[in-house]
């Protein structure tokens, strides 16, 4: 059987007055991201996991920031779209790993959402997505609110 690994980043910038969209639902928080999609950060950094793992370039390349089509989308829209193109060339999921990296709000209370709104973008079992989230203890630009980060590592292999 062949395996394979993927990682994935994205960074988003905090705005006052935003909505706050992450992990495929709409959080509570005063401030959200910023970006030419809904600018959900975890979501964009499950997709570039997938499509690295299968080497199929990033998010970016399959939904340019330059394209008007993408103005505003729900990020769900584009993982399920990931998901088409990574079977579509023989790949299936085995574990997606996931870190958010932000000071405020608490992120745990959200995550058992999260998984099940993510799992069924992918058809997938909740027992294979782990969502996680830290503070950077107040340092750097997740700690001063000013944006949010998100990690990802996938395992996929040849179904």
Do not use: W
């Amino acid at each position: 059987m062949k395996i394979r690994v993927g990682f994935g980043f994205d960074v988003h910038q905090l705005e006052e007055g935003k909505d706050f969209f992450l992990g495929g639902i709409k959080v509570p928080h005063t401030k959200g991201a910023v970006g030419h999609s809904d600018a959900d950060v975890l979501i964009h950094t499950i997709c570039d996991a997938l499509l690295g793992a299968a080497n199929l370039r990033d998010i970016g390349y399959h939904f340019p920031p330059t394209d008007d089509q993408y103005k505003g989308i729900d990020s769900k829209i584009l993982l399920k779209e990931v998901m088409q193109i990574i079977r579509r060339n023989g790949y299936e999921v085995s574990n997606i790993d996931c870190t958010i990296a932000l000071q405020l709000p608490k992120i745990n209370p959200h995550i058992p959402q999260m998984k099940q709104v993510l799992c069924s973008c992918m058809e997938i079992e909740e027992e294979d997505l782990s969502i996680k989230a830290t503070t950077t203890e107040k340092l750097g630009f997740e700690g001063r609110e000013e944006g949010v980060s998100a990690y990802a590592t996938v395992l996929i292999y040849k179904a």
